[in-house]
């Protein structure tokens, strides 16, 4: 009995799946995926439409129901002066229902992006959008303040927004060390299925992925806009992600570096370099990700592995998924071309 209700909810979690992903054709995918006939995927679907969790849209087609929240809270009213305050009014009730990991993880990222309106923005004005269906929940906040990638960029005196995008993938960024340690949003990036950072034009995000597809944003004359989306299933929970990056003293010590969102195309300069070194020092061990880099120039190579390394021997530099453009190059530069060679020909 219990094989048949565990077959079940495998068979509704995989239709609800292909509802959200606008699959046509539902009833014959999914009779073909189980194999079972089509009169009892209807059936799935009807229960699913007399439980609220789907609507049809029309005769074969089914989307998913969805909740959306607004709240607007305001600065000079004193709603900005916790998160805690935020997070209890705006978010707390939305999830109650879900698992205690997945409302852990909401509590720390909610929280931590909430502070940084409250304390680096100066912004006046705070919009949430939570929205909910059965399978995820995704979160908005809005503030009407100083754009964020534009206060790193002055705060450090940097030539351009992109290099103060940059430095937010590495972790330990802050512009108010006194009060932050800078780690809040690298963390809250790696905790969230989906995360993005939209501000002054530009957009700090760990998936490369069209904005508009994930969510309907308001338009913005200004300030920040942060989107988190997680699935109300997800088995990771926070403590989980923070060893990932953590010393056995419980120390920020690693971090990973995705190549392919730093740069809109391969890298070629030592310039490039500089700006993906600047600041590693802070770290123990660095993964260098290049997924989706087909190649690498000499001079970036150069300076990372070589320049870099030497004058940083005590930390440990770690490249992951190269493509073989870019482990050639790597090689190469670092004098393990012959090694490469042979154990290519074994």
């Avoid at 046509?24 to 999914?30: A, D, F, M, Q």
């Avoid at 935020?86 to 707390?92: G, P, S, T």
């Amino acid at each position: 009995m219990r094989f048949k209700e565990e077959q079940k909810e495998r068979i509704i979690f995989y239709l609800l799946e292909k509802i959200k992903q606008g699959k046509e054709n539902i009833s014959r995918t999914v009779s073909e995926e189980f194999g079972i006939n089509q009169a009892t995927v209807h059936s799935y679907l009807n229960e699913l439409m007399n439980s609220g969790v789907i609507r049809r849209v029309k005769r074969g087609e089914y989307t998913l129901v969805v909740s959306e929240y607004e709240y607007t809270l305001h600065r000079s009213e004193g709603d900005l002066d916790t998160d805690t305050y935020a997070y209890e009014r705006c978010l707390k009730e939305h999830i109650a229902d879900l698992p205690q990991n997945v409302r852990g993880i909401w509590a720390y990222a909610f929280s931590t992006m909430v502070n940084n309106v409250m304390d680096h923005s100066e912004a006046e004005t705070m919009r949430v959008i939570i929205r909910r269906d059965y399978l995820d929940t995704q979160a908005l906040i809005l503030d009407d303040g100083i754009g964020i990638f534009e206060k790193i960029r002055s705060h450090f005196r940097m030539k351009s927004l992109d290099e103060a995008i940059q430095e937010l993938f590495k972790g330990k960024l802050t512009t108010d060390e006194k009060n932050h340690s800078g780690e809040g949003i690298f963390f809250t990036s790696k905790l969230m299925d989906e995360f993005f950072i939209l501000s002054d034009g530009k957009v700090f995000t760990n998936n490369r992925y069209d904005v508009s597809q994930v969510f309907d944003l308001p338009e913005m004359a200004g300030g920040t806009g942060v989107f988190m989306q997680l699935s109300n299933f997800t088995t990771k929970n926070s403590q989980e992600v923070f060893d990932m990056f953590s010393n056995v003293d419980g120390g920020f010590t690693k971090t990973r570096i995705p190549i392919k969102n730093m740069f809109d195309a391969d890298p070629v300069s030592r310039s490039q370099a500089k700006r993906v070194c600047n600041g590693l020092n802070r770290f123990r061990e660095v993964e260098i990700d290049f997924s989706g880099v087909d190649w690498m120039g000499q001079g970036f190579a150069h300076q990372i592995f070589v320049v870099f390394q030497n004058e940083h021997p005590e930390i440990r530099l770690i490249p992951i998924n190269m493509s073989e453009g870019a482990a050639r190059m790597y090689a190469h530069v670092t004098g393990t071309a012959g090694r490469l060679d042979r154990e290519s020909q074994k």
